[in-house]
């Protein structure tokens, strides 16, 4: 097992916010995956990073894989009703603690 | 096409009962995992399977549970006997390792209450 931390552990933001959250671990990965979960639902696949210094843009998300490989960020510009939900990263088959978001109209 | 599907979607069950998830993978896919959610633990890998050969199971919690994979288009976790704790969302995952980067595919989940 891998541990992933992520931060801040719930966020709630009114909407057209910018917004950043982060996945940290001790450990170098090959490559990271960003996932979004709404509720009643499984997670879905958002992104993977596999460079080092990598940066994926996704219409308004914005992630990037640290130059160590040990870290990532995923950045949301103007925040809508529609990026509510539980943003989980994952090194393959293991999952982060989670960031819980909530965008306020 | 069909995405992974689990059943059931949801169940209540009396403390000592036991309980069977089932789950039905995307066709073609070589690999199914099974998680649990809560939100004290988050999501947690409790088994995987590739090629319908359980390859980790160390995240399965005791002896209480067990899983089985007896084909490529079926696999079953089981609980025996359930206790509160147990109480949870139960996922099933599937993917096809080695021909891309390994994106999970989830089912909607099968949400546990043991009373």
């Known amino acids: 097992t891998q541990l992933l931390e992520q931060s801040p552990q719930f966020l709630s933001i009114q909407e057209g916010e910018n917004l950043t959250v982060y996945c940290n671990s001790s450990s170098v990965f090959s490559s990271l995956q960003w996932y979004r979960q709404e509720p009643g639902e499984g997670p879905v696949l958002l992104v993977t990073?596999?460079?080092?210094?990598e940066v994926k843009k996704l219409k308004r998300l914005t992630f990037q894989f640290g130059d160590a490989r040990k870290d990532s960020s995923l950045h949301i510009t103007a925040a809508q009703p529609g990026d509510t939900g539980l943003y989980l990263c994952s090194n393959q088959f293991y999952f982060g603690t989670g960031t819980s978001l909530t965008v306020i109209p | 096409d069909a995405g992974v599907i689990q059943s059931p979607r949801h169940e209540v069950t009396e403390m000592g009962q036991e309980v069977t998830l089932r789950c039905k993978p995307i066709?073609?896919?070589?690999?199914l995992f099974w998680y649990r959610q809560t939100m004290m633990r988050g999501l947690e890998l409790l088994i995987y399977?590739?090629?319908?050969?359980?390859?980790?199971d160390s995240g399965m919690p005791e002896d209480r549970f067990s899983a089985k994979m007896p084909n490529a288009s079926f696999s079953t976790l089981k609980i025996q006997p359930s206790e509160p704790r147990d109480s949870a969302v139960y996922f099933c995952?599937?993917?096809?390792?080695?021909?891309?980067?390994?994106?999970?595919?989830f089912g909607e989940g099968s949400r546990l209450t043991v009373l």
């Open positions: 399977f590739n090629n319908n050969v359980p390859i980790d």
């Open positions: 990073v596999v460079t080092g210094g």
């Open positions: 066709s073609g896919h070589n690999s």
């Open positions: 995952a599937s993917s096809l390792i080695g021909l891309n980067t390994g994106e999970l595919f």
